[in-house]
């Protein structure tokens, strides 16, 4: 059965939602505050990097199932549903900010039709199904939990082809009114509560950011033992209780997600009473692991960066999103400004310069940042770095050296040509 849908923020889940829901054959009007982002949307521009998404928006579009607006008012009012996307950063004190949840909330509440269910899909601390419902200010109206799992860079197959669609409520008859959104989606559903839906979501996220410290952690291990961090992962993998993805050792986990949801569960963790200590570790690692790659690269530049030119590949949080929101690769990159390097960086969605460090010179091509280089750093695994020319690239730099924090180019081909190669847990 095909529904009525508002979606309220069209960020990377917002629009990926909106998109693939009238991909299911739902029509889908989709909201935003950020009236450029409203305008280059309906002149059919994407204002994200998502593979797959361009292409889904302008045939939805096309069908007429989607449509974008500014006009918070009219795109409820006829709304079977209304799916909150809207951001949950992290505030002050380690706990999520609910002040957007809240707002947007508060905005659609006068004017949602009755029996409208009002969804949450932003990651959200358990009790926010209750504070979405005070904020609507209506008694008529329902509310459920329905978290988003998918991955930037692959968000719309992700959101189409999901490990599971978890749906939090207390009202079954709007968990199935819910669900049959869902109706297409290969996926198991699970109907829960709101509480353990929301924790679910934080569960999940804080879980796959301990296994990412996990083997960081293994990685060093292995570099002071004399073990390769890549083979033992590969080993590790083969065992279906560890499973073989979210084994590869890097320069730090980071994004949007990860730091500010884990640092969310640890807030209401210890407001419910629970110390959740491995948090802290897992926390610690992370930080230590920003600190390790760049102490590599410095120890690579000779021991000091004051003056020393390096060119980095790679600034988004990982490759296939334009994402830099706390992307260890933009971490590692200040470190290196603040203790004296000239960097020229490279990443296929940066273009202009970085505003969170504008000392760094942004380049349009790879082997331009590499010109006079005396380390190169592999930071984000951007699979076009594989394919680079190293001869290229040792013609260009004047140290040949390179400190490759994702494990990602052959490193038989970088030794065959010359260059002083670090890796990860090597
Ligand atoms: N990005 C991810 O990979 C991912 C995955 C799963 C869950 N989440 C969660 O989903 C939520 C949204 O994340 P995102 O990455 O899409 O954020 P985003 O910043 O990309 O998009 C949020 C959008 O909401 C808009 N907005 C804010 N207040 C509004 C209002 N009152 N009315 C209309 N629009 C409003 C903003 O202008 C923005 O465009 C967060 O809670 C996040 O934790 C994100």
Known sequence: MDSTIAVI???????????????????????????????????????????????????????????????????????????????????????????????????????????????????????????????????????????????????????????????????????????????GVPAPLMVTDPASAETIKYASNAFLAMKLSYVNAVAALCEAVGADADDVMLGMGYDSRIGNKFLRPGPGW???????????????????GYSFDLLDAVLDINHAQFDRVTGKITAMAGGTLEGVRIAVWGLTFKANTDDRRDSPAVEIVRRLVDGGAQVRAYDPTVRTELPEVPEVVVTDDAYAACEGASVLAVLTEWDEFKWLDLDKVAATMSELRIVDARNLLDRGAVLRRGFVHEGIGR
Do not use: M, W
């Open 9 to 183: 923020g069209t960020g990377y889940v917002g629009l990926t939602t909106g998109a693939c829901f009238s991909r299911l054959g739902h029509t889908v009007v989709c909201v935003d505050i950020d009236e450029a982002k409203i305008a280059l949307l309906r002149q059919g521009e994407i204002p994200i990097h998502e593979p797959g998404l361009e292409e889904l928006v302008r045939d939805s579009v096309q069908a007429g199932r989607l449509s974008f607006t500014t006009d918070v008012e009219g795109a409820v009012r006829g709304a079977e549903f209304a799916y909150l996307c809207v951001p949950t950063p992290q505030g002050s004190d380690g706990s999520a900010d609910l002040t957007y949840l809240v707002a947007a909330a508060e905005q659609i509440g006068p004017h949602l039709p009755s029996e409208a269910v009002v969804v949450n899909k932003s990651t959200v601390p358990v009790g926010s199904t209750r504070t979405v419902e005070q904020a609507l200010g209506r008694t008529d109206l329902f509310v459920v939990s329905n978290p988003e799992f998918l991955r930037e860079g692959s968000a719309v197959h992700d959101f189409l082809n999901p490990d599971r669609v978890v749906i939090g409520s207390d009202d079954q008859s709007a968990a199935i009114r819910v669900a049959s959104l869902y109706i």
């Open 254 to 272: 980071g994004g949007s997600c990860f730091p500010k949801d884990t640092k969310a569960l640890h807030f209401l963790s210890s407001q419910a």
